[in-house]
């Protein structure tokens, strides 16, 4: 069996520089910005990654957050711009524990119908970190990356002194570098996401936006933020302003409270959003770009905070409102119900958020690929999962139906947790890997990350396969494909063999990469994801070669992948292969 550690250290010395880098890591930067390609800005960006090491000091020696968000005013002045030159983005500000990102591309593509230019920022970016900053729905070209990211990167060299660190972190250096995007590229509005929180997060230098938006709340980032719903909320309230409208979804009343305290004492309005079936009242249904039960949700407060900016700045296409005297609910006024415009429901059914419940046909594979990696979005995922099966197509062949499970947990989330409401779904085989592309990270700059060693994450494959295994014993149900007895992987297995045979369950994999997960679970029979030769001793594992056979000749075969949006945006990278380009 190969272990985790006797892998890593067999990597290539270039490639375990790539896991086991530092900030103090490659800095020579291209002579000239001109020649400088977009690859080299993004390698450049990475320096600015925090390493593992140095993350785990972080976590024990955290500064004042308020002191950190000075830091963040002054990188904004080192760079050129004045907290209040961001007014002229006029800007949509939203965080959520979950929901969030899909609600500001529902809320980005609502005004982009209405013709106006719509500046997006959000994290993570799933294949490419120019994902991040958007223009009109687009991520920004490489060659705006790269013009925009060395303007920056060279300004704040010029401005550093003894007094500071000249360059800051890789997160807050985007946030700056979408700014001055947004502003350069003169966009009519700017949606932008909150990374972590809300409070202290580095885009809450934005001092007076259009208006705000929380999306649902749960328990996520709890190092940072909190360990309960209601200290979470008290970070989200954060972003309210004075004066600034802001909505919010229906919440448990104990973070609600704390929402329309933090609100009260900000003197900041609040609102509560009424439902979608509310605004559908009298008119055909809306129809949503992103599937699931949950997107309604999402799809309610998009429509608020853009319906409250078309009227905050005075846009003639907002809409007619229905109640004009909106009642009380949990001590907060309700929004105004009004009637969606034909652009609205443009914008609506034209989303597109990729990662985020969406599906891909492949032949007799059918990828179903949602970064859920909070129970509440893991339940919702489950949710959706399941009512998708229930409306598919019945194969023709005669072979079986098979369901896969791909996952990975990162950060401080518990993976037993999540796994355990995913087994109502009913998985053949659960596989496992990291969220590494490639066992080399050879030009995959956008997927590189200081933050973790490799150790680590493939430890906590074997964690993750271990709680899976478990949760299989105490459910004592019979495994659906026999395997023959395990037998030790040989030397060149790429597989990670599971722990001793009488402990583990014959349908859990661990691999080293995505590529080798893909690799097995396709069994080369998914049209776009071609590999030039299966990897030598990939089939080694005894499970992987009776799975194998299984996989080879079912009829269909239905795969989830989930537990971590950079999970997905690997996965993706693989199966949409014009998404790097």
Avoid at 76 to 98: M, P, W
Avoid at 201 to 212: A, E, G, L, Q, S
Avoid at 249 to 265: C, T
């Amino acid at each position: 069996m190969r272990g985790a550690r006797s892998l890593a250290a067999s990597l290539p010395v270039a490639e375990k520089f790539w896991w086991e880098g530092t900030m103090e890591g490659p800095s020579r930067q291209p002579s000239s910005a001109k020649t400088a390609s977009f690859q080299d800005a993004v390698r450049m960006l990475n320096t600015l990654q925090t390493n593992a090491g140095y993350l785990e000091q972080v976590k024990r020696q955290r500064g004042d957050p308020q002191t950190q968000l000075e830091a963040m005013e002054l990188y904004l002045a080192r760079s050129g711009l004045q907290v209040e030159d961001l007014d002229r983005l006029n800007i949509i500000h939203v965080t959520g524990t979950k929901g969030k990102g899909s609600t500001c591309a529902f809320t980005e593509c609502i005004l982009r119908s209405y013709g106006l230019k719509t500046g997006f920022f959000s994290s993570p970016h799933l294949v490419q970190v120019r994902e991040r900053i958007r223009i009109n729905g687009q991520p920004i070209s490489p060659e705006l990356f790269t013009k925009y990211f060395w303007r920056l990167y060279h300004r704040l060299e010029e401005t550093k002194d003894g007094s500071c660190v000249s360059m800051p972190p890789y997160f807050r250096f985007l946030t700056l570098m979408a700014f001055h995007v947004f502003l350069q590229e003169k966009v009519d509005l700017a949606v932008v996401e909150v990374g972590i929180g809300g409070a202290y997060d580095c885009t809450n230098i934005i001092r007076k936006p259009v208006v705000c938006g929380v999306s649902s709340l749960g328990i996520d980032h709890t190092s940072l933020l909190g360990d309960t719903v209601e200290k979470i909320a008290w970070q989200k309230g954060g972003i309210f302003k004075q004066g600034v409208p802001a909505f919010t979804v229906l919440q448990p009343e104990g973070p609600l409270a704390v929402l329309r305290d933090r609100a009260q004492q900000i003197s900041c309005p609040l609102y509560l959003c009424p439902t979608l079936e509310a605004l559908e009242e009298g008119g055909p249904p809306l129809a949503l770009g992103l599937d699931g039960e949950h997107q309604r949700s999402n799809a309610a407060l998009a429509l608020q905070l853009a319906h409250c900016w078309l009227q905050r700045q005075d846009h003639h296409g907002a809409g007619e409102v229905k109640a004009s005297r909106p009642g009380l609910l949990w001590q907060l006024p309700l929004a105004p119900v009004f009637q969606p415009t034909s652009h609205m429901r443009l914008g609506l059914r034209n989303t597109e958020w990729l990662g985020r419940t969406q599906v891909l046909r492949r032949g007799p594979l059918t990828w179903y690929l949602d970064g859920a990696h909070t129970p509440s979005s893991v339940q919702a995922c489950v949710r959706w999962f399941r009512q998708a099966l229930q409306g598919r197509e019945r194969p023709s062949g005669s072979g079986p139906e098979v369901r896969v499970l791909l996952f990975n947990a990162t950060g401080d989330r518990d993976p037993a947790a999540l796994l355990k409401l995913l087994q109502p779904c009913q998985f053949d085989y659960a596989v496992f890997c990291p969220n590494l592309t490639e066992v080399s990270s050879t030009g995959n700059a956008d997927q590189q990350n200081f933050t973790v060693t490799l150790d680590q994450v493939l430890l906590r494959c074997l964690e993750h396969q271990q709680h899976w295994n478990h949760l299989d014993e105490e459910q004592a149900s019979p495994d659906l494909w026999s395997a023959p007895s395990p037998e030790p992987a040989g030397p060149t297995s790429l597989l990670l063999a599971p722990h001793p045979p009488h402990t583990c369950s014959a349908s859990s994999l661990v691999f080293s990469c995505i590529s080798h997960a893909l690799q097995w679970i396709s069994q080369g029979r998914d049209p776009v994801f071609q590999p030039p030769t299966p990897p030598k001793g990939l089939l080694t594992h005894p499970v992987a070669h009776s799975g194998a056979s299984v996989l080879h000749e079912a009829a269909a075969i239905h795969v989830l992948v989930t537990g971590s949006l950079h999970l997905v945006g690997g996965v993706l990278k693989l199966l949409e292969p014009a998404l790097s380009q």
